[in-house]
């Protein structure tokens, strides 16, 4: 059978598994994707991807349902929970302390789910400037390992049409509560067990570009920009540059845009054609401009 009919008929599975309004049980899912096993035994030609169709459905599902589980219990939301973890991501510096992804490795009770989005409230020091960019302070690093008392909350979004899905964003990102440290009088301090390891290297890395761009451009408007552009830390960028650009309609730019993708192929294109030079046996079996392009 044709790739393209491969492809499509896995697409027209998983696309038509997201309109659902609601999710089937495990049970009902594993048993089409059974069906779609023995079918594809006896199916040969264009049919077969209807089968694909239904696997990939079923598979979509299945995922769903498995992600689903891992979702807040009821009964520690609005409750301290004492967890341990890992800093996944680079922290972003929110309007009223600092804002993290945290993977958890251990809770008290257990039952948290895996991945969380914290705020620290007054959290480590942080410049005082209001127009600063998203800097934290080094004490908050991606990779540290960490451990705060906690309160959580399943994630809820609006239901305005055509508005921003807020539990959407969370649940692609893999996140199942959120909630905010406890950092009180009479709370446990939170305490950085080990610093950042070899656990997420490319957060690290971003955090540490992204810092040294904050700290050495003395504009704060030009380092939230340059940190978008350079890490694509976005939320680094203020909201009166967000404003000016969506104005001029060169919001895209700060995304993946044709100018990055240019910009990338050119350095590609240089690295490559500086190596294949090197060589004078690559040379011979294909000219270094054509292989650079």
């Known amino acids: 059978m044709p790739l393209g009919w491969v492809l499509t008929g896995l697409m027209a599975g998983m696309a038509a598994q997201l309109q659902q309004p609601m999710l089937w049980s495990a049970a009902a899912y594993a048993g089409l994707i059974l069906a779609a096993a023995v079918a594809g035994l006896w199916v040969r030609g264009r049919p077969l ?71 620290w409230y007054d959290g480590p020091p942080v410049p005082a400037e209001a127009d600063t960019p998203a800097r934290t302070s080094p004490v908050l690093q991606a990779g540290a390992h960490w451990q705060f008392m906690v309160r959580l909350k399943a994630p809820h979004g609006l239901r305005n049409p055509h508005g921003f899905d807020h539990e959407l964003w969370l649940w692609e990102r893999g996140i199942q509560a959120t909630g905010y440290v406890r950092a009180g009088p009479r709370d446990p ?13 490319l957060e690290r890395a971003r955090q540490v570009v992204r810092d040294a761009i904050v700290d050495r451009v003395a504009d704060p408007a030009a380092a939230g920009v340059l940190a978008g552009l350079a890490v694509g830390d976005q939320q680094a960028i203020g909201q009166a540059a967000w404003d ?30 500086a190596f ?17 392009l």
Do not use: K, N
């Open 49 to 119: 991807a209807l089968v694909l169709a239904i696997a990939a459905f079923a598979l979509t599902g299945l995922r769903a349902v498995a992600f689903q589980q891992q979702a807040l219990p009821p009964a520690l939301e609005g409750r301290d929970v004492l967890v341990r973890g890992v800093v996944a991501a680079m922290p972003q510096r929110g309007e009223f302390g600092p804002r993290f992804v945290l993977d958890v490795v251990d809770s008290e009770p257990a039952g948290v789910p895996p991945r969380l989005l914290l705020t």
């Open 189 to 201: 301090a939170p305490r950085r067990i080990r610093e950042a390891d070899a656990w997420a290297p």
């Open 276 to 292: 294949w030079r090197r060589s004078a046996r690559l040379c011979l079996l294909w000219p270094a401009p054509h292989a650079a």
């Open 244 to 273: 000016l650009f969506r104005a001029t309609g060169v919001a895209h730019l700060m995304s993946i845009s044709g100018l990055h993708v240019t910009m990338f192929a050119w350095g590609a294109a240089a690295l490559v054609g």
